[in-house]
T-cell receptor, first 115, second 114 residues
Framework: DAGVIQSPRHEVTEMGQEVTLRCKPISGHDYLFWYRQTMMRGLELLIYFNNNVPIDDSGMPEDRFSAKMPNASFSTLKIQPSEPRDSAVYFC?????????????FGAGTRLSVL | AQKITQTQPGMFVQEKEAVTLDCTYDTSDPSYGLFWYKQPSSGEMIFLIYQGSYDQQNATEGRYSLNFQKARKSANLVISASQLGDSAMYFCAMRENRDDKIIFGKGTRLHILP
């Protein structure tokens, strides 16, 4: 079975450019989570969706960040404009809420470098 | 207050020895789940094991077991017969039943020595 699929795996961009990260959750999962991981701040939850609806975006750092989930099999996290402090690894995770504790399965992550 | 505490930032263990990674948690919700994830140097987050607060027995998955002590609010991960490939960062996490989110600890970096 395919796990959570993220693309691209690596992204290098210049400050001010728009960055779009993509995620395909595990088929049948009804929750999708976006995380950011840095050495300084550890793993931070940015936003999560349930049945394609954003439930909690309190972790989104600022208006430059936006996330969408147009359907059950696709989500994007967009940063516009990007800044060097956005450099991090961004993870997408999905879960089947409520069952077996809602175990989250993570994608391989996107390593973003903003120069 | 931190909800998940991992007091060991780093550990060095000889290959083939058993390893215990400590985790304590704090919640007033009677229903919750506890998780352990492994993050090797390649970066991916790998789910290892889950324990529900009402589970009567400690969870086990191959060489991994979760030493669940509810009264102490402790959920230590035990790795038996450690291998070089176990070298990684390990995260303890909790999900309260009233919330959809998982709260992660800061992690313990485990080094297995040959």
């Amino acid at each position: 079975d395919a796990g959570v699929i993220q693309s691209p795996r690596h992204e290098v961009t210049e400050m001010g450019q728009e960055v779009t990260l993509r995620c395909k959750p595990i088929s049948g999962h009804d929750y999708l989570f976006w995380y950011r991981q840095t050495m300084m701040r550890g793993l931070e939850l940015l936003i999560y969706f349930n049945n394609n609806v954003p439930i909690d975006d309190s972790g989104m750092p600022e208006d430059r960040f936006s996330a969408k989930m147009p359907n059950a099999s696709f989500s994007t996290l967009k940063i516009q404009p990007s800044e060097p402090r956005d450099s991090a690894v961004y993870f997408c995770a999905s879960s089947l809420g409520g069952l077996a504790g809602g175990i989250q399965y993570f994608g391989a992550g996107t390593r973003l470098s903003v120069l | 207050a931190q909800k998940i505490t991992q007091t060991q930032p780093g550990m060095f263990v000889q290959e083939k020895e058993a390893v215990t990674l400590d985790c304590t948690y704090d919640t007033s919700d009677p229903s919750y789940g506890l998780f352990w994830y492994k993050q090797p140097s390649s970066g991916e987050m790998i789910f290892l094991i889950y324990q529900g607060s009402y589970d009567q027995q400690n969870a086990t998955e191959g060489r991994y077991s979760l030493n669940f002590q509810k009264a102490r609010k402790s959920a230590n991960l035990v790795i038996s017969a450690s291998q070089l490939g176990d070298s990684a960062m390990y995260f303890c996490a909790m999900r309260e039943n009233r919330d959809d989110k998982i709260i992660f600890g800061k992690g313990t970096r485990l080094h297995i020595l040959p």
